[in-house]
């Protein structure tokens, strides 16, 4: 991560090297050097090459080691993605849909203070979500320290907890880096919502949409980075 051509380009703090197991990720191999340059190279500066979406961010997650060998776990480990946010949106899987009983958690990352207090967190038993029509629940968190927890079917929006403070929620620190494990766990007739594998609310599962797509709200102008909980 230190190639010339990608200079400003490496989010390397954000970044797990999966196959050593260690927080630096830098490439020991060098084939997701090559690929990245491809990608993310800068153009019109006289040196290398010029990738194809030179104003992207990379952020280094290895899964080979320096032989080119990995295992299935690590390479299962190296996933999930960046968010970079306008407007607010629903990121979503048509294919990530669930039923019955279940249970999900992720670690969302946030890694700078957006302007005003914003949240990110886990959809819900979603449906239509690209049409007028679209229905999800969704629990959210925010750098402050709350979290909050409703119900959207069309235009409707019905609150089932409003902004509330909760000790399990870590904060944004000076920087505005944030990074909370978010989980839901649908059991039999009840929802139970956790932050960082604490339980911190739960409700009947009729007030919340559970049979449909899992996916992520992430709020006006966050930049978060979203992966699976370990």
Do not use: C
Request: net charge negative; glycine share 12%; proline share 5%.
């Amino acid at each position: 991560y230190h190639y010339a051509d990608l200079a400003g380009r490496v989010r390397h703090s954000l970044g797990y090297d999966y196959a050593d197991e260690d927080p630096d990720p830098m490439d020991d191999h060098g084939h997701g050097t090559h690929v990245a340059g491809v990608i993310a190279a800068s153009v019109n500066n006289g040196f290398g090459i010029a990738g194809i979406a030179p104003r992207v961010t990379i952020i280094p997650m290895p899964v080979l080691g320096v032989d080119g060998q990995g295992s299935f776990s690590s390479v299962a480990a190296g996933r999930g993605f960046h968010a970079t946010m306008g407007p607010a949106a629903v990121l979503y899987n048509p294919a990530n849909a669930k039923t019955g009983n279940y249970k999900v958690a992720y670690t969302f990352t946030q890694t700078k203070a957006p302007a005003h207090p914003e949240a990110y967190g886990l959809v819900l038993g979603g449906s239509d979500l690209a049409g007028a029509g679209q229905a999800y629940s969704y629990f959210l968190v925010r750098g402050t320290g709350e979290y909050f927890i409703a119900t959207r079917k069309g235009d409707q929006r019905t609150i089932i907890q409003n902004w509330i403070a909760n000790p399990a929620i870590r904060k944004q620190d000076a920087s505005g880096a944030q990074s909370n494990v978010i989980g839901a766990e649908v059991r039999g007739n009840e929802v139970i919502f956790t932050v960082n594998d604490a339980e911190i609310a739960r409700r009947p599962r009729n007030e919340i949409l559970t049979d449909g797509i899992v996916g992520f709200r992430v709020n006006h102008n966050l930049d978060v980075h979203i992966e699976p909980a370990q």
